[in-house]
Nanobody, 124 residues
């Protein structure tokens, strides 16, 4: 199984970015998908998730209304559209795949496979 994250970069506050995560080696539609992010020296933080069973999207309070998670089963790709970016969004973003129940959707424990991370830097 491979998850290849891409799309990070350097932008200014208020700009937008779209992250992508291309998956291979698994049946894409059988998994729930999520984005987490991690700053140096801190724990990995939940950002957004798409649950495989109820097909509902979930967001952290810090990104709700600004970020949108989506999946394209035909392309085996997960996306994170990030709008109105802020300097505090500057971290490494990771995509993840798992088959956990809803209870663990916001926890790293709910995901088995992880991408390599993509850096997002937002200047003020």
């Amino acid at each position: 199984v491979q998850l290849q994250a891409s799309g990070g970069g350097l932008v200014q506050a208020g700009d937008s970015l779209r992250l992508s995560c291309a998956a291979s080696g698994l049946t894409f539609s059988n998994y729930g998908w999520a984005w987490f992010r991690q700053a140096p020296g801190k724990e990995r933080e939940f950002v957004a998730a798409f649950h495989r069973s109820n097909r509902v999207s979930y967001y952290s309070e810090s990104v709700k209304g600004r970020f949108t998670i989506s999946v394209d089963n035909a392309k085996n790709t997960l996306y994170l559209q990030m709008n109105s970016l802020r300097p505090e969004d500057t971290v490494v973003y990771y995509c993840a795949a798992g088959q956990a129940i809803l209870t663990y959707i916001r926890s790293t424990a709910g995901y088995k496979y992880w991408g390599q991370g993509t850096q997002v830097t937002v200047s003020s």
